[in-house]
């Protein structure tokens, strides 16, 4: 029956209407807050800068991590140690007066919410709600609660989140917000559903909670899935459980099926409370729905927020020949028709300005004329940071062929990730054997936003090595393409789906081992990188402009969050419901 009504669609006409509430362990909000650690937090980001651009009803909720992550520093043999980065939130956000308290153990703790107000480029607002617990009347440990991002052990953990899914939840209606999704960003946030089901019985006992009850919140909750690493899921011992959470919400969880192998499992929680979960990339869904073939996983291919990631000299080139390419990302296909000389000119300055960066942290002078290669990430083992060392001579040898190579990494080691803290040592130890007058290695310390800017947008060809299939998607090779810039990588994660050979990057092929996988690498170096890099620069250029065109205007979050609107946020099939609901109420 075709529907009557002739008021215009508005997301508040939904059933239970409202917004979405988004939840993330860590958002990456300003360059100035260490409120993040490293890929998930600026996804996080860039989704709410994106939903502020497009004005979508959206409140995001994380902790206040008033210690921050750590401020990396590497001593001259590449031993890293940390120091915590004290920030003080009045500079940047505004205190709410709201209070609410969520139990911890056997005591009461107090929360309160800082706000901070993103906002989009139209003037809508996203408002960003900092949860904090250093209060008077919380005991000290309490107030430490919120201070250190993915600190402390798994006690400390699962007191934050607590604070981030129970006391998040409480927030929303102390701060009397409407809200009618609740999106978790990763497991981290999962014990919101265990607040949302509490609230469903009336704060009664949850053994009430019955089938309908369940329903209602797997309603209103939403679901993505970030990492294929184990490790990466949380989960939590029963005796932390019961000890933490309490012995009654414990058994309502492992009654529902959320332990596996004898452990909480944050994400199974998460999946047995949503209506829609999804993976980050073609191939983490499917990986995935392997892990947890009990449930339905679909995949929204990860982005990257355009206006934050392109540089100031090849956004001012796009202002001038693609303006529209600000008001819709599609229009950064056009790319394709850009002048050769001005891709060039644009790239040739924000190269510039990295290597003067370079010249200014690490107090080495390089060749703004030289092939540079830039590898920067977390330094997870499985990224395989020291892959391009496998074979040093035949490294010299391409170095000599390109008429000089330069290749800049950063990145950080968790604090208690020993192998990755190696990993650093090893790179930093082959950086200073294997650097010679044609081939120049260079750590960078502290990585964070604005060095993962300058460099993405500054060298010339960004690599990346991944051990198969642990890649959930990768973004910084979509900041990278976001400035024209090529990726060579291996076919992991968001690649899979964003190389075309020779057209925006290369691909490292699959091996059967370290050693085969790096072949390809030097191969690929040697017969097609160096060539077309030493070949006229037209032909880098258009290089440059297929990169755009083609991976500047699918992998931004603009594309990502309107796809999580329309699959996750407010399906088709709730559209519909939406509107037989108000046809039963008209009559
Ligand atoms: C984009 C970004 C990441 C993610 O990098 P991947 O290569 O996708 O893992 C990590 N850290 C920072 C600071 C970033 O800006």
Redesign the pocket.
């Known amino acids: 029956m075709p529907t009557t009504s002739s008021k215009p669609f508005s997301y508040e006409a939904l059933p239970g209407s409202g917004q979405v509430a988004y939840f993330s362990m860590e958002i990456?909000i300003h360059p100035s807050m260490p409120t993040?650690?490293?890929?998930l937090?600026?996804?996080a980001g860039d989704t709410l800068r994106s939903a502020a651009d497009l004005g979508i009803p959206l409140a995001a909720f994380t902790l206040l991590h008033r210690k921050g992550y750590f401020q990396q520093h590497l001593d001259p043999d590449g031993v890293q140690t940390e120091e915590v980065q004290p920030w003080n939130p009045a500079d940047f956000c505004t205190e709410e007066p709201a209070r609410i308290t969520v139990s911890i153990e056997d005591r009461v703790v107090t929360v309160r919410a800082w706000r901070y107000d993103l906002e989009g480029r139209f003037g809508h607002v996203v408002p960003v709600y900092l949860l904090d617990t250093d209060l008077d009347g919380n005991s000290g440990w309490d107030r430490g609660l919120t201070d250190h991002l993915y600190g402390g052990d798994t006690n400390y953990r699962l007191q934050q989140e607590i604070v981030l899914g129970m006391g998040g939840v409480r927030m929303i209606h102390a701060l009397g917000l409407n809200v009618n999704v609740y999106h978790m960003n990763e497991g981290h946030a999962a014990l919101l559903t265990l607040a949302l089901l509490e609230s469903q019985v009336g704060g009664g006992p949850l053994g009430a909670a019955t089938k309908a009850d369940i329903e209602q919140v797997r309603r209103k909750c939403v679901f993505t899935t970030h990492t294929p690493v184990p490790a990466g899921h949380d989960r939590f011992s029963t005796e932390q459980a019961i000890r933490i959470l309490g012995g009654e919400r414990t058994a309502r969880l492992e009654k529902l099926g959320c332990f596996r192998d004898g452990l909480l499992n944050m994400t199974l929680l998460a999946l047995c409370f949503s209506r829609y979960a999804n993976g980050v990339a073609l191939q983490h869904g499917k990986v995935s729905r392997q892990m947890f073939p009990e449930f339905t996983i679909d995949t929204i291919t990860n982005g990257?927020h355009a206006a934050t990631w392109m540089s100031a000299p090849v956004q001012r080139m796009m202002d001038e020949h693609i303006p529209a390419w600000r008001r819709d990302h599609l229009c950064l296909r056009n790319a394709i028709e850009l002048p050769e000389s001005e891709v060039l000119a644009a790239h040739a300055r924000a190269k510039d300005e990295l290597l003067s960066e370079v010249a200014s942290c690490a107090g080495v002078v390089l060749n703004p004329k030289a092939l540079t290669l830039g590898f920067?990430?977390?330094a997870a083992t499985y990224?395989r940071a020291t892959l391009l060392f496998t074979d040093p001579e035949r490294l010299k040898k391409i170095a000599v062929a390109a008429g000089g190579l330069q290749i800049l990494y950063a990145?950080k080691a968790h604090p208690q990730d020993e192998p990755g803290k190696a990993l650093i040592r090893q790179v930093i130890e082959e950086a200073a054997r294997l650097s010679n007058d044609a081939l120049r290695i260079v750590y960078l310390e502290n990585?964070?936003?604005d060095?993962?800017?300058l460099l993405?947008a500054g060298v010339d060809v960004w690599v990346?090595t991944p051990r198969r299939p642990y890649?959930a998607?990768?973004?910084?090779?979509?900041?990278a393409a976001m400035n024209g810039v090529p990726s060579l990588s291996i076919l992991d994660?968001w690649w899979i789906e964003g190389c075309i050979e020779g057209v925006t990057g290369w691909a490292i092929e699959d091996g059967a081992n370290d050693q085969e996988e790096a072949n390809s690498l030097y191969a690929k170096l040697e017969s097609a990188v160096v060539p077309l890099y030493l070949a006229p620069p037209e032909r880098w250029a258009r290089l440059m402009r297929t990169t755009l065109a083609f991976n500047g205007s699918y992998f931004n979050t603009n594309r990502m969050v309107k796809q999580y609107t329309r699959s996750a946020y407010y399906p088709v099939s709730l559209l519909e419901r939406a509107k037989v609901e108000e046809e039963v109420y008209v009559d």
Do not use: C, H, I, P
């Open positions: 990456a993040y650690s490293g890929g937090g600026v996804l990257v920067a990430r977390r990224k990145g990585y964070a936003w060095l993962g800017a993405t990346n890649e998607s990768g973004t910084s090779g979509m900041k994660g």
